[in-house]
T-cell receptor, first 114, second 110 residues
Framework: DTEVTQTPKHLVMGMTNKKSLKCEQH?????MYWYKQKAKKPPELMFV???????INESVPSRFSPECPNSSLLNLHLHALQPEDSALYLC?????????????FGPGTRLLVL | RKEVEQDPGPFNVPEGATVAFNCTYS??????FFWYRQDCRKEPKLLMS???SGNEDGRFTAQLNRASQYISLLIRDSKLSDSATYLC???????????FGSGTKLNVKP
């Protein structure tokens, strides 16, 4: 089973709201990722967690706050977002620390900021 | 220079045609190579991993040329359902960062 799940599928929020995106995998993977994808562009890396520790932050604004409560779960907390943050947010996971890392993506959360 | 470069296309081909995409990567330390397929408004889905000189899966063949630092994807007997964006992705050994090409759009026409 190579399934990564994400909730919610769609989210509409105002610029003053606080919301969270959730991601879960049960493949025993130890690396988890958040990506942002705009239309007709490739996914853009935001954060990487490796063994539940934040290992990469691609200079993402602080209005995005990641959290990895355990090895299966990854959250992305959103606060005071801007309309330009509207995008598809993808979670992915990979085994972590192997010489043949393969990444699997969840279905994404489509976010609209009004 | 970008880590991974692809021709964005679109490639417009008739059903049954053979089409090939190329992708070049800049870092010789790159170790793992992948082709993902992404349908409109969906997530990328792994199509093929390429670890040695190449591999084949049905109508799809991926090849790796380390000396020239490029990966190719060949699709034979194209189907309408092959219409999608194909993403070339590269990873370095033991480094949890994947580098994406801009994607190549394929339109297969009846």
């Amino acid at each position: 089973d190579t399934e990564v799940t994400q909730t919610p599928k769609h989210l509409v929020m105002g610029m003053t709201n606080k919301k969270s995106l959730k991601c879960e995998q049960h493949m025993g993977h130890r690396a988890m990722y958040w990506y942002k994808q705009k239309a007709k562009k490739p996914p853009e890396l935001m954060f990487v967690y490796s063994y539940e520790k934040l290992s990469i932050n691609e200079s993402v604004p602080s209005r995005f706050s990641p959290e990895c409560p355990n090895s299966s779960l990854l959250n992305l907390h959103l606060h005071a977002l801007q309309p330009e943050d509207s995008a598809l947010y993808l979670c992915a996971s990979s085994p972590g620390g192997t010489d043949r890392e393969t990444q699997y993506f969840g279905p994404g959360t489509r976010l609209l900021v009004l | 220079r970008k880590e991974v470069e692809q021709d964005p296309g679109p490639f417009n081909v008739p059903e049954g045609a053979t089409v090939a995409f190329n992708c070049t990567y800049s870092n010789s330390a790159s170790q793992s190579f992948f082709w993902y397929r992404q349908d409109c408004r969906k997530e990328p889905k792994l199509l093929m991993s390429v670890y040695s000189s190449g591999n084949e899966d049905g109508r799809f063949t991926a090849q790796l040329n380390r000396a020239s630092q490029y990966i190719s994807l060949l699709i034979r007997d194209s189907k309408l359902s092959d219409s999608a964006t194909y993403l070339c992705v590269v990873n370095r050994y033991n480094f949890n960062k994947f580098y994406f090409g801009s994607g190549t759009k394929l339109n297969v026409k009846p």
